[in-house]
């Protein structure tokens, strides 16, 4: 009688121990499993703002034109997503243009 009480209370002492080893086990994997995956989403989708976007051809960034700086050259216009970028374009092809003229005359 005695062995039988003191068995049921092995198995039980058993029994939770092996329980809080489990639920430990997988609380700890369903914390490390929680991760910020909502702002790594958000970052990875390529926002598209309302009008038409144009490549800043100086940085390669892509700007509204609505926010863009223009700059009308042949006819075309040409999208920048700063000033600087359109001083260095501008720069860039009066340069250019210097290289081609030089030598031919
Ligand atoms: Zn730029």
Known sequence: ???R????????ILFSLVRKLLSSLLGSRKTSNRR????GAFQSQPRTISGQTYKDPVCGTYIASSIALTERINGADIFFCSEECRKKYLESRNQQQNDISAPGE
């Open 1 to 3: 009688m005695l062995t």
């Open 5 to 12: 009480i003191l068995w049921f209370l092995i198995v039980l």
């Open 36 to 39: 910020r995956t909502s702002s």
